[in-house]
Nanobody
Framework: VQLQASGGGLVQAGGSLKLSCKDR????????MGWFRQDPGKDRGFVAA????????YYADSVKGRFTISRDNAKNTLTLQMNSLEPEDTAVYYC????????????????????WGQGTQVTVSS
């Protein structure tokens, strides 16, 4: 598994979690990366994306202002800081990589991503 996601868990509404995605082989520091999430029986939906340099980010409207995506290329790690969590944020969260250095609004489509991590469960209780 090239991408290892971690940091999920159970948290009360209003709480915070920080997800991490480790690029175990150090292959993806030069391309855009993103986070998606999926509820059972639903399609995998876009959460956030970041360019290789970290200077461009995109967020789903539902998480804007609450979640922050960042990356540390020296440590081959992508993170998602999630604050003010809501029960609607409950899902399995997946990290993924594109094949492009720069990103645009097309990163909202899961078809833009070539490699996916295994997912980490986030559960927010009311």
């Amino acid at each position: 598994v090239q991408l290892q996601a971690s940091g999920g868990g159970l948290v009360q509404a209003g709480g915070s979690l920080k997800l991490s995605c480790k690029d175990r082989e150090g292959r993806f520091s030069h391309v855009g990366m993103g986070w998606f999430r999926q509820d059972p029986g639903k399609d995998r939906g876009f959460v956030a994306a970041i360019a290789w340099s970290g200077d461009t980010t995109y967020y789903a409207d539902s998480v804007k202002g609450r979640f922050t995506i960042s990356r540390d290329n020296a440590k081959n790690t992508l993170t998602l800081q999630m604050n003010s969590l809501e029960p609607e944020d409950t899902a399995v969260y997946y990290c993924a990589t594109t094949l492009r250095r720069l990103i645009n609004t097309s990163v909202r489509n899961k078809g833009e991503y070539a490699y996916w991590g295994q997912g980490t469960q986030v559960t927010v209780s009311s």
